[in-house]
Structures are given as C-alpha cells and as structure tokens.
C-alpha cells in the first residue's frame, strides 16, 4: 500500500504522458553542499541521513547540513553502500568504509591494507558495491572482493568485469565479452553467453519473474532473459534508452521502473514499459546526466548528478506542469472544461490538446482572469471583454473589458453578474443566446462579487472599497449602493469577499470580519481570526464543504464543518512560484485541485494526502567545546570559566521541512525558545553554573516534536572552588599575619615615638628654659652694660663739664689778665702766662681722654665716621661727638675755644661736608649714626 499513493497519480496523469508534468523536485547545487561537481553513488543510512560519493569525498547531508569526508589520499569516491552503521566506499586504488566514533565523526578504515593485504592492480578503480546476504561485493573492472565476516575474498575473470547483481538471492556478475557469470559455492561459473550482449555495457540484471530476466544495457536497449535465450524488449523506453544511454537502473517493490540516463534525466515507467514521466532539464532537473540513484522504502527518489544532486518526491500526490520555455506565463485559472484543460494565463488562453501538446487559442492574446462553466458554456474572462469558448475559439459576448468574477444570482435561472474594470455587468441567456447589460449606478473597478440574497449583493473595490449593492427585480439595474468603509470595516484597501455557510466574510490587511444583518454593521470573525490567522487568506472558489487558504507557510485544505480534516501542504513545492494577490486554487474533479504558478500549475490531489508525519525528536551529532570535539555520551559535560565556548549540533534527518527551536536555561536564567535554521547552537562566554538545554525539531506550520535534553556545566573560576578557598584562607593569615606584625610594629613604632617627643619635649622645655636664662643673663648683662653706659656716660658730660668749667675758669682767669697787661712789668713772663693758660686750654691729652671714654660709650663712634666721611677736621669730630652728647652751642663753644657764632658757622660746614639736607637735623643725624 505504500506504493499506491504513487500508482494511482500515475494513472490519473498517464493521458498527460508527453506534456511537462513531473513529480516535486528539489536540486541541490555545488554551492550549496560545497564539494566536487560529480556524484557518482548515492544512498540513504538507516538513520535517515543521505550519503553521496563525491569527486572531494563522502559527502553526508541530514537534511539542512552538507559535510564532507576526505579519503586519506583525497581521491574520488566511486560508489557507495551503506550497511549495519558502516559506509562501505570504493575509490582509486583503495576501498574500505567509514564508521562513525563517539565523538560523531566520520573515521576510514582500509580494507585494502588490512592484516592480509590486498593485491590492486594500477589505476584499479572500485565503480560498484553491492550487498549479498551478510557479504559486501566490490567491483572494479578487472577484480570482485568479497567483504565477510572481517575476511575477504577475490576473484578474477579473463573479461573486463561490467556490473554485478542480485537477483533471488544469487550473485550474477556481468563481463563486456565473456558473457554472464554466476557465484555458486564460492566459484564464478559461467550462467549465459550471447553474441547479443557481447561488448555491450551491462547496466544490470533483475527479475521480471522467477524464469524471467531483464538485461539492461547502455546502448542496446534492454533483453528479456528466459530458458536461455535472449529477445530484445520491445517496449515504448526500450528505443528512449538506446539514444540517450542508461547509466542506473532501479525496480520499484510496486513494479515501477526508473531508467538513468546519460542524457536524458530519469524515466520512469510501468512495469510494462510504458514511459509514465520524463524527470529532465526541461522539467526542472538541475543536469541530465544521471551517475547515482536511490529510492528510500517511503519512495523518495535521490540522483546523483554530473553537476548536482536532486530530490524527487515519488510519494507527494503533488505534481507539477513547468513551463521552462516561458511561452505560458503565470496561469491565473485552470479549468477542466469537457475533458479538456483550459489555462488561463497572463499571456493569453491555451488548452491541452489530444496529443498532449500545450496549444495557443487565436485571438486571445492578454490577460486572462477568469475561466467558468456556466450553463454549459466556457466563459472566458479577458482582460478585452468576456468571450465564449467553442470548440477552441473565442466569441466576444461583452465589451466590458476585466472580466474579474462571474456568479448566479439566487433563486434566478440564467441570469449571471460579473465584476468588471467598468462596474456590474448582468448576463441572462435568453433563447440560446447571452444577453448583456451594464447594471449603471457604479463604474468601480469590482474584482471580488458574492450574493447575499436574490437582490442584494456585495462587492470589492480592485484597490480601495467595499459596497453593499441592491438590484431591481428585473436585474436590470442597480437600486441602491451603500458604501461599508465607516461601518465598522478595519481597513478598506484591498479586501477581499467570501460567503461561508450563509455567513458574508471579508478578509482586509489587518484579519477577519463578517457581517451582522442585525446591527448593519461589519464585526470581527473571530473563527476563521483563529483557524486561519489574520494574515491568511482563502484562494479556492466557494465551497461550503471545503476551502483551500494560503497562510505563511503552508497551503491549506479546511472544512469549517469537519475539524479534523485539516491538510497542510508546505510552502516548499510553490515558494516563490506564486503570484501574490492572485493566488487561485481551480476544482478539476472530486479531489484533484489545480494551483496557479507563475510558471505553470500544480496539481494537488486532496484525498491521496496522508495525515502529517509527526516530527521526530533531534538526535545529537556532535559537540564541540572550544572547538575540540567530545564524545556525544558524555556523562558530565564541563566547560572552563574563562573563553568558555559550546556548540552542539543536532539533526533530524526523519522529519520533512523543518528547523529547531532551542531554550538554554539555568538558576537564573529561563529566556523564551529561539529557532535555529540549521541545528547548529553555538554559546560563549558564560557565567559559571549548571545549564540545562532543551532542543526540539519545529514543523513548517509550527508543530513541535518531544524535547532532546542535554546539561552541561561551567565550571566555577579558582577563585570559587576548593582550592580558591584554600588561597583565600592562606591569604588571610597571611593578611592577618601581617596585619597583626605591622600593627605591633606600629605600636612599637608609636611608643618610640612618644618617648622621642617625650624626650624632644623635655629638651625643648630645657632648651626654652636655658633660652629664657640666656636671655635673663643678657638682659641682666644688657641692663649692666646699660647702667655702665648711663655711669659712663655721667662720666663722660662730668669730664665735659670739668672741661667746660676749667676752660670757663682759664678764659675768665686770661680775660683778667689781658685786662691788667699793663700791670705785668715783664711782658715776657706775661706772654708766657698767656701762653700756658691757652695750652691749659687746648690740651690735646684731655681731649684723647674724652675721645677714649666717648668710644666706648658710643661703639667707636669716631672710627665709623672717619670711615664714612674722611674729608672730617679734627675739630669737626669733637663738634661731632659734642652734638651727639646732645651739648649746646654755647657748651661747646668754651671746649673749642671759639666764639658761639663760630660753633654754629663750624656746624653749618659740617652739615654740608656730611650731605644733610637744609632743612635737615645735624644733632639728630650724629644721634641716629650707627
């Protein structure tokens, strides 16, 4: 039964045999899986991942990653098989396998240089490996190994060795020249030899039953093998292969066969023969030249290219019309009118022909919008007017050009209205014939029409709008024209009109509404707000029991009255294929629907979709911890405080169209889930802690599978475990240690102190002391030396006025005499008398007594000023030293022995000789002079 799905689509587009359809195909190219152009092997690992032998490797995709694995000496892997968790490989010179350590990378071992050495020959390259019971087959040209049980086993043949097979559990090997060779008890024995298949490459033998053979080869076409003869199979494939030449031949378990070619893609065919698709360039393959083929056991198709590898889905009950040419355009409508398809496209109207041939209908060039069968007749929609189709041409019945939408009124027999460029248009076949008419009243360009009842219906502006229109019994013209916007519509730009189970429903930019008869107004529809989201929007013409809405991932076939019933369709077979805005899901029949394309249509059979395969919970495939890879059994998973950095990646290669979601959460941390495209999670520079990761595959419509959980823990800095406990301890006696030292230092330190300042005080205390006695002494000495001074100088004035006094006396004593001259009788002793009493007078030892004494009053007076001013007389100083004493004029004119007058005149000289101001003091100059 897992074939069916696959058997009843072929049926249903075998008339469509010759015309581009093909199954959902998706091709993978060089940059994006990043290794050699050419895939010459391909196959699928029991765990769901891809496997290709690549001209760079072996190259592993788990369906959203590609990787590749160099063979030691970087040659070109040749083939492929895939057993028991080992990915047997053959190349230059070399085979062996890859299995997977436990840190999930892909490691190779030789079994050409195991224990008992292999002998290659030179340029010996191993093109097929096989899988023959427990044993593992492989063929160069020239040897065949086989792999059991750790053991391995060669044989040789005289004949260039072109493939082997198993066919009922026996071991077939073919040769270019020798003929067909079977193993039995361990010996190759010749099975069969015709001059048919001599120097033909043959591709491969299988069974057609248990008597019967099917040979394939490159260039000859494929042979029937039964009771030891040979007859060509004269089949509709058998002459496509001869000219295109088979590379890879596979048989389906529902008896389906898949021919590779060299230059062709793939055919496949019927058990019969019988060409049902042609998978090529032309149909969307990315290279015609097949070098690997694989079917999976759920009957997905992988091929490997010369340039490329390509999916194809043998099991979608999806199927696709390509134009590559570009002469259809994007199909706005599809109708199957009679037995016959009808596309309408942008270009102009086509139909598929008996002979299966795309062919353009005269005449109707442009816009097509809409294609309906009314009454019988094939209305055509055209961006010119409305045409009827007959018998593949067009006859223009209405002029009203932009035919958007056509619909019956209610409760009226053949009468239409259809939504114009122009406005409203009636149509009402009358007698056979169709009868136009513009209903007036609106000329707005009206894409979307839906009845409410007989006389009411409501429209939608192309751009900005919605109406409430009432007609006339008659339709003959419209009554009344109600404009919604300020009725509670969310928004008026681009809406969009539906009639649900009675109930009038519009789609606008911003969700769902309906209308409310009662309150004449527009409310919010909050059942389809929910089941199809706001953004979403219907695409398939009315249907009470079923729609068809587009949201953003998927396409979706719904019944508002069955919930269960509920198919998505991933937007991964119509991405970027749609024509946004005027998407369009056509009826062909019960369960078969047409999708509108850009480039063509795809037919989409409801009933054959299976219920969604449930995701598959991630499995890990590797982890890595600062780029260093770790086993993925790991029980504690650790991670360094410092430049910490985790990246685990995880696969799902079960689970179709699909992303990850992840949520890495501890103590203190519990984010949101985050989706990851490709299943690579990469984290760094965490805080210390224990981590817990949750990790589940997400669905294309956002289903989400069982939860993969992993912990891991980062490890605390030094500073926080045992040994940063240990420092910290040490530290601290370490710290109180020298704490307690310095601060008995300190104290030490302070003691000394206080006994220096004790010490400085109390000899600062002796000092200020002895200061203040010295002091006191000098004081005292000063006061002595102050009252010698003042004893001196009473001394000195008491020496002045015995010499004023003796002067005074020796000049009255001379005055008496002069006066009595005559009475001296002797002149001479006269004279001598005079004489001695002037030198009595002037006597110089009196004077240098004075001196000496004024000195040593006044600090060698006498000596400062000769210094000061040498230019001074004798007499000068004693008038000097006479002022300082503070004499008179009168004192001191007796001790010169001059008259008042001259004292002041000797005074007035010496003013000048000293430099004083005229209006300065002489006396208080010689009292100041230090």
């Not at 062996?96 to 010996?124: Q, W």
């Not at 006339?472 to 009109?497: A, H, P």
């Not at 249907?543 to 937007?571: Q, V």
């Not at 020496?799 to 000049?811: F, P, Q």
Request: net charge positive.
């Amino acid at each position: 039964m897992k074939y069916a799905y696959f058997l009843l689509l072929a049926i249903f587009v075998s008339q469509f045999t010759n015309a581009q359809y093909s199954h959902y195909l998706n091709n993978y190219t060089l940059n994006e899986y990043g290794a050699g152009n050419q895939n010459w092997d391909i196959a699928k690992a029991a765990d769901g991942k891809l496997f290709a032998a690549n001209n760079n490797g072996l190259l592993e995709f788990d369906g959203l990653n590609w990787n590749v694995w160099e063979m030691p000496n970087k040659t070109t892997i040749r083939s492929l098989l895939v057993y028991e968790n080992k990915i047997f490989v053959g190349s230059y010179e070399e085979f062996g396998y890859f299995s997977r350590n436990n840190k999930g990378a892909l490691v190779y071992s030789s079994l050409v240089n195991s224990p008992k050495k292999i002998d290659v020959s030179k340029d010996e390259e191993y093109w097929q490996i096989v899988l023959f019971g427990d044993a593992v087959i492989f063929r160069s040209f020239l040897n065949i190994h086989i792999y059991v049980e750790g053991k391995i086993t060669s044989y040789n043949l005289s004949s260039t060795l072109m493939s082997c097979d198993v066919v009922n559990d026996k071991l077939y090997v073919s040769t270019l020249d020798k003929g067909i060779f079977v193993l039995e008890n361990n010996e190759l024995k010749p099975f069969f030899y015709s001059g048919k298949l001599n120097n033909a490459k043959i591709i491969s033998i299988t069974a057609k039953n248990d008597h019967k053979f099917l040979v394939n080869t490159a260039l000859r076409g494929s042979f029937l093998l039964e009771n030891n003869e040979i007859t060509s199979w004269e089949t509709p494939i058998n002459s496509v292969i001869k000219k295109h030449q088979l590379n890879k031949f596979t048989q389906l378990p529902n008896g389906n066969m898949l021919f590779g070619t060299i230059k062709n893609g793939i055919y496949i065919t019927d058990n019969y023969g019988q060409i049902l698709f042609n998978i090529n360039k032309e149909t969307g393959l990315i290279n015609n030249t097949v070098l690997g083929q694989y079917v999976t056991k759920n009957n997905e198709l992988w091929l490997g290219l010369d340039n490329g590898i390509a999916f194809v889905d043998l099991n979608t009950p999806n199927y696709f019309f390509n134009d590559i040419s570009g002469k259809l355009g994007a199909v706005y409508d599809i109708i199957k009118y009679k037995n016959t398809i009808y596309i309408g496209s942008n270009t102009g109207l086509y139909f598929i022909d008996a002979s299966n041939k795309l062919q353009f209908i005269e005449g109707s060039q442009g816009q097509v919008w809409d294609l309906e069968e009314i009454d019988g007749d094939l209305f055509c929609g055209h961006n010119n007017g409305t045409y009827l189709v007959k018998n593949n041409t067009l006859k223009l019945i209405s002029a009203y050009t932009g035919g958007w939408v056509i619909n019956k009124v209610p409760e009226q027999k053949n009468t239409y209205v259809q939504g114009t460029y122009a406005g409203l248009v009636s149509f009402k076949k009358v007698n056979g014939e169709w009868q136009v008419k513009h209903l007036g009243k609106t000329t707005i360009p009206a894409r979307f029409l839906v009845f409410e009842d007989e006389h009411t219906a409501w429209i939608a502006h192309a751009n900005k709008g919605l109406y409430r229109v009432k007609f006339d019994e008659n339709y003959e013209t419209i009554t009344e024209l109600i404009d919604y916007n300020k009725k509670g519509l969310w928004s008026d730009y681009f809406v969009r009109i539906y009639k649900l189970k009675n109930t009038i429903a519009f789609r606008t930019l911003k969700g769902w509404q309906k209308y409310e008869t009662l309150m004449d107004s527009i409310i919010p529809y909050n059942l389809l707000n929910e089941k199809i989201t706001k953004g979403g929007y219907i695409i398939s013409e009315e249907n009470d029991t079923e729609m068809a809405y587009k949201t953003e991932n998927s396409l979706s076939f719904s019944s508002l009255s069955n919930e269960s019933r509920n198919i998505l369709i991933p937007d991964k077979y119509f991405k970027k294929r749609l024509i946004t805005g005027y998407e369009n899901v056509s009826k062909i029949n019960d369960s078969i629907f047409a999708l509108n394309l850009y480039d063509g249509f795809m037919f989409i059979d409801a009933a054959k979709f299976k219920v969604k395969e449930s995701l598959k919970k991630p499995t890990l495939s590797k982890i890595t911890i600062n780029n260093q890879p770790i086993a993925l059994d790991t029980n504690n998973i650790s991670l360094p405080f410092r430049n910490n950095a985790i990246a685990i990646t995880v696969n799902s290669p079960f689970s179709k169209d699909h992303s990850f979601e992840y949520k890495l959460s501890s103590l203190h941390l519990n984010p949101p889930w985050t989706e990851s495209k490709n299943g690579v999670l990469e984290f760094s520079n965490l805080t210390d802690g224990t981590y817990n990761l949750a990790i589940r595959t997400l669905g294309y419509n956002k289903e989400k599978s069982p939860v993969l959980t992993l912990e891991f823990t980062v490890l605390s800095p030094w500073y926080k475990n045992t040994a940063g406990f240990i420092v910290y301890t040490f530290i601290l006696m370490l710290i109180s240690t020298i704490i307690y030292y310095f601060h008995k230092r300190k104290i030490k330190k302070e003691q000394k102190l206080l006994q220096i300042m004790f010490e400085e005080t109390q000899n600062k205390i002796l000092e200020e002391r002895k200061k203040e006695n010295e002091k006191e002494i000098i004081r005292l000495k000063n006061e002595s030396l102050k009252n010698e001074i003042k004893l001196k100088s009473k001394q000195l004035a008491n020496t002045a006025i015995s010499l004023v006094k003796k002067n005074e006396t020796l000049l009255h004593l001379k005055d008496e005499l002069l006066s009595n001259k005559t009475n001296f009788n002797n002149q001479y002793s006269f004279k001598k008398l005079i004489k001695q009493i002037d030198n009595s007078i002037e006597h110089e030892d009196g004077w240098e007594l004075f001196e000496y004494n004024f000195n040593q009053v006044h600090e060698e007076f006498f000596n400062q000023l000769k210094a000061s001013f040498p230019s001074l007389t004798h007499k000068d100083l004693k008038i000097c030293a006479y002022l300082r004493m503070n004499m008179s004029s009168k004192e001191i004119a007796p001790l010169l022995n001059i008259s008042i007058r001259g004292v002041e005149t000797n005074r007035y000289r010496l003013k000048i000789k000293l430099g004083i101001p005229k209006e300065g003091s002489l006396r208080g100059f010689l009292q100041n002079f230090n």
